[in-house]
């Protein structure tokens, strides 16, 4: 929050709880002297109640009535009571002209109405009500909440006595609604003093801070301006020149000088962040005090958490949560001690390497950094690396065994089409041995052709392509294959779309491949699978059999060109090689899993298409 900001809110949070205060003290005494004279109102108005009830009523031993008779003496006074005129005018008159009166009425000491400002009630049981005492007394809080609950009707009561005998008792009711009626007003006047208030504070702070901060502003701008590179400054006040100017010129000193540094440190981050998005090892850099200040990505798989919950936490905070990790590291960063290329067995059976080093600087340690790396997927790697060296090494040999071999080749179909033009009526035998010559040279070209076309690099036809219409079109030309091998085929594809971007023939012949193998791998019939769904960024294929399974020992061959296990039943071992060449020149890669008895399910993954794409193009495949 700016300084200016805190002057504003302590000022008219000042006066606001002044304001306040003052308000509360207000109404508190308001709403008192409010009660007290509605006390004194009520009391009053009862008091001549029970004068004009007394002298209503004579003396009854002068009369007919039997004041021995409890119920003929109540019915005599009832009756004198009822008739009198001067008291009913004074009961009328007590509702009609007080504000907050609600009823008045004549209570006998059975607490039957003689007479109330209601007729219709006189003659009937008076309901017991609270008295005024209970408002007038309350607390300013509670008296609040007792005037704005539902609507409540006070008594103010004296007793009543008839010829020095006590009769009775005057009531007189004072409603809720009419008191509030009554300090409403009052309450709307305090509102608006308290707005008022509040507004007159909120100008009196903006005014006093941009008095005060006025120079400061300005060297605010100025800072700005440096920090975005401009080297002019706006002028000084003739009153601070000397000192607004000076600070003026440092400070675009220094904005040349952030300037650069951030155009150097913007230059450095993007670097760092692309190798570190990329480094397959876990990285991270600490502090002097272990704090970490740098993560890649590959680090939260080693940790399990992100990136975002690491980064300014210590060393201590992240590895003392008794994993097998932070048992080795924690004890290294309390000690000050490297750790060079430590292995042990991570949670999840994973082989792990970590490295510490502590980076000193004029003899004292400046931080340290981490490395986690994964062993098996070292290893992997160097296998893949191995495998396309090898591959390479073998794709140049095979060019060049292709190219010898394919001029002696050619050499020997030429002259054998002169023998058989030579020998036109060879016998029978002659000529079925030479028909045999040829056909196994033609068997042998295609062998080498085959060869030639698995290292050499094709141009693909890549286009957007729903991976669904891929898998639906192999169904269609698998069917009639696998109805003869009693196979059934299924799918399971979802609703949205499986955006790719591949070449549409190759990868359709690529999963054909995929599917007629496993149709020949259930020659006793069942169900054949084809589904599809996106995981992350990439799109999984799946081809599942319910076939006689891949035995172990020949699982790390099925993907080797000419490798088959149906010699005897036509195959040629192209299929499944020639599949995982067309997805690995789509970026993609083809794994599976096998079951001996069981069945398997090859796995065909492909970058999935974030972005549909407005035209096709070319892309050179990689061998």
Known sequence: MSRKAIIVFVITTLITALVFGFSWIYLSQLLRQRMLWAD?????????????????????????????????????????????????????????????IYDAAIVDPTGIAILDTNPALNGKPV????????????GFRRQLRMLYSPATVYDVSIPLELGGQP????????????????????????????????????????????????????????????????TEMLPADDSAADEVGLVSLKIAHLGRQIRDTNQIFSALKDNVEQVMANLQDGLMLFTRDSHVVLVSASAEKFLGRPRQEILGRSAEEIFSDGS??????????LQQRPLAQYEFDAADKRRVQVSLDFIHEKGSSIGALLIMRDLESVHRIEDEIEISRRLSVSGRQTKEVAHEVKNPMNAIVLHLQLLQNKMQRADPETRRHMDVIGDEIHRLDDVVQTLVDFTRPRELREQEVDMRKILEDVSLLATPDAEQHGVRLARELPGEPLLVRVDFDLMKQAVLNLVLNGVQAMPQGGTLTLAAHREDDTILTEVRDQGCGIPPELQGKIFQLYFTTRKDKGGSGIGLAQASQYVEWHHGKVDFESTVGVGTTFRLRLPALTQPANAPTQAAARS
């Open 127 to 138: 309901p017991p009500r609270p008295d005024l005492i209970v408002l007038r007394d309350a």
């Open 40 to 100: 004194e109102t009520a009391s009053m108005l009862t008091r001549q109640l029970e004068y004009a009830a007394s002298k209503a009523v004579p003396d009854l031993s002068s009369t007919r009535v039997d004041t021995a008779n409890p119920k003929a003496l109540r019915a005599a006074v009832s009756d004198y009571l009822q008739t009198d005129t001067n008291l009913n005018d004074m009961l009328e008159s007590v509702v009609g002209n007080s504000q907050i």
């Open 324 to 333: 097998h990790l932070g048992a080795v590291v924690l004890p290294a960063f």
């Open 167 to 230: 009769f009775g008792s005057v009531r007189v009711g004072v409603a809720t609604v009419f008191l509030r009626n009554e300090l409403n007003p009052r309450l709307q006047q305090a509102a608006f003093f308290c707005v008022v208030a509040i507004f007159c504070s909120l100008v009196l702070s903006a005014v006093i801070s941009n008095v005060a901060l006025g120079p400061l502003k300005r060297i605010a701008r100025n800072l700005d301006s440096a920090s975005a590179g401009a």
